[in-house]
Each structure stands twice: as C-alpha cells, then as structure tokens.
C-alpha cells in the first residue's frame, strides 16, 4: 500500500536560510506523482510544486525545489531564502500513476516557523 | 474565477443531528473529492468522483455519504453526527487530462460536533 512518511512534526528556520522539509513515500508503482502543498494559519491548501517519477531534472518553482532521490523513494522540499511568509504546515503528498481517480495520500504534514 | 466554493464555513452539529456540506467548482474538472483534516493531522479522503454520476469510497467513508448528480457540484452528507466527526472538510477538483493533475481546494469548512 502507498504511504507517505514526513518525520519532522516542526522545524525553525532563521529568516533567509534555506531549509528541507524531508518527505519519504513508499509505492509500488513505477510512475507516480509527488506533490507539496503549504498550509498557512488562514487554512488554504495551496499548491507548491510537483515532481513526476519519470522527470529527470528536479522540479523547481521559484524559491522551491525538490529534491528527488528515486532510490531512496525520497521527495524533499527545499525553500530558499526563507521570508517571514513561509511560516506554514507542508504536506507532501503522492499520487500512484496507476490509479486514474487522481486522488492523493497526505503525509501528516510538518510545520515550519521562520524566525526574523 | 471562483474555484472551488464550499458552504458553511463554520457550523456547530449536535450529536445525532445531520447537514450538508455543499462543494460546487467552476473549472469544469471531472474529479472531485472529500478530505478531512483532525487537529496537526494530514488530510484523509472521505470520498472521490471521477465524474457525474460516479463516485467512491475513500479511506475514512464510515458516516458519510455523496452524490454527484453534476459534474458542478459534489455534496458531503453527514448523518447522524458524532463527536469523532469535528473536523475540518476539504472540497478539491482537478484536471486529470493536464500533466500535473494537481487538486485545487476549497477554503474548508470547519465542522464542530457537541
């Protein structure tokens, strides 16, 4: 069964550092999607990046990256340049290629304060 | 654009007491999905729908029920309300035919059961 493991409960960061968020994941699919979202006090689900399992470059959005190890079924999150506004939860979640209801798997989501 | 749009935000149930989550999206997307959030918890899927007139159960169905009579609308139907229930509920869509297929949510409706 798919799963989706995320270790750190919280994390502090010093504002303009860079910081990972770790995301472990367990499929037996050979394609499947990864995903993090970003959860601030307000509630919304907010979509950050996406990394497919067949993508050979890690996937980059602005200040976010992910670093993806396949054979370590590793997806991590790395912000850089921490601001302020990045003190929110993170969830990574998974995708299994093989289903094609489009539903994800959650982790139980780490929460990351930026300190100024 | 809208997005996805749910109703109540807040509503406060008592025990044994029933209501409707209403989820309607305006991006014409096939899936659509139910989600639920405990406390510092992940969220986990209550129900999905790959379109009008189809839908499954997710990880956590047990209380709950759907319909998707539109490819708009997607309404959670708690019955019988139960403490274990206070939550907050997620409405999501996605595109599944775009590359990525990521979910766009609602902003949440936050459930409290006494």
């Known amino acids: 069964a798919q799963k989706i493991t995320q270790t750190q409960p919280g994390m502090f960061v010093q504002e303009k550092e860079a910081v990972t968020l770790d995301c472990t994941y367990d499929?037996?699919?050979?394609?499947?999607?990864l995903f993090w979202y970003k959860q601030p006090s307000s509630g919304e689900m907010i979509f950050l990046i996406y990394?497919?399992?067949?993508?050979?470059q890690n996937a980059t959005e602005g200040r976010y990256s992910l670093n993806f190890q396949k054979a370590r079924k590793s997806a991590n999150l790395v912000i850089s340049a921490s601001q302020l506004g990045d003190s929110a939860m993170y969830f990574c979640?998974?995708?299994?290629?093989?289903?094609?209801?489009?539903?994800?798997?959650f982790g139980q989501g780490t929460t990351l304060q930026v300190k100024p | 654009n809208a997005g996805v749009t749910q109703t109540p935000k807040f509503r406060i149930l008592k025990i044994g007491q029933s209501m409707t989550l209403q989820c309607t999206q305006d991006?014409?997307?096939?899936?659509m999905y139910w989600y639920r959030q405990d406390p510092g918890m992940g969220l986990k899927l209550i129900y999905y729908?790959?379109?009008?007139?189809?839908?499954d159960k997710g990880e956590v169905p047990n209380g709950y029920n759907v319909s998707r009579s539109t490819t708009e609308d997607f309404p959670l139907r708690l019955e019988l309300a139960a403490p274990s229930q206070t939550s907050v509920y997620f409405c999501?869509?996605?595109?599944?035919?775009?590359?990525?297929?990521?979910?766009?949510f609602g902003e949440g409706s936050r459930l409290t059961v006494l």
């Open positions: 991006m014409n997307h096939n899936y």
């Open positions: 729908s790959v379109g009008a007139g189809i839908t």
């Open positions: 499929t037996s699919d050979q394609s499947y999607g």
């Open positions: 990394q497919g399992s067949y993508d050979e």
């Open positions: 999501a869509s996605s595109y599944m035919l775009g590359k990525v297929g990521e979910l766009f």
């Open positions: 979640a998974m995708r299994e290629g093989s289903s094609n209801t489009g539903k994800l798997i």
